[in-house]
């Protein structure tokens, strides 16, 4: 991802998983907004009954508390999601743990006046677990949580001061 990054120049970037999980018919949602004048195209899975109990629940804790601690309020930060380029371009990323859009989200968020499109998909679950999942994987994400939640509290008081007038 971050290669396609460095080397993209096109407008728009898209990383799609190659666990097969994202329909093509699902995937076309997301390319119908692309040229619109969002910043940002992503998705939630609108199909939680057909996910695992586990995901299901780790998805009801995990976004609220995100949410929470960043002063957010997506409804999902792992979605499929359509970047303008330049945006991506303008981050230094600071993690290459399975957490990087979080740290995306975040930073778009606080960095600019964030117009995003959110569009309900369906996701077949895969048929073995995620890598996300291993401890090592897990361990990397907690780091980076705990990191990008610096980064925003650095953010939400550089806005906070750029924008009193004395």
């Given at each position: 991802f971050?290669?396609?990054?460095?080397?993209?120049?096109?407008?728009?970037?898209?990383?799609?998983?190659?666990?097969?999980?994202?329909?093509?018919?699902?995937?076309?949602?997301?390319?119908?907004f692309m040229k619109s004048n969002y910043d940002i195209v992503t998705t939630y899975y609108s199909n939680n009954s057909q996910r695992s109990k586990f995901r299901n629940f780790f998805t009801l804790i995990y976004t609220p508390f995100l949410n929470l601690i960043y002063g957010t309020s997506f409804p999902y930060f792992n979605?499929?999601?359509?970047?303008?380029?330049?945006?991506?371009?303008?981050?230094?990323f600071s993690n290459s743990s399975f957490s990087y859009q979080i740290e995306i989200f975040v930073y778009l968020f606080y960095?600019?006046?964030?117009k995003i499109k959110i569009v309900p998909t369906i996701l077949k679950d895969r048929k073995k677990g995620s890598k996300a999942f291993r401890l090592k994987n897990s361990i990397l994400v907690i780091i980076s949580i705990i990191k990008i939640f610096f980064k925003s509290l650095y953010y939400r008081t550089s806005n906070f001061f750029n924008k009193r007038k004395y």
């Open positions: 971050f290669k396609g990054i460095e080397k993209s120049k096109e407008k728009y970037l898209i990383q799609i998983p190659a666990d097969n999980s994202h329909p093509s018919k699902e995937i076309v949602k997301l390319l119908k979605g499929l999601t359509i970047y303008k380029t330049k945006d991506l371009k303008r981050l230094k960095k600019k006046k964030l």
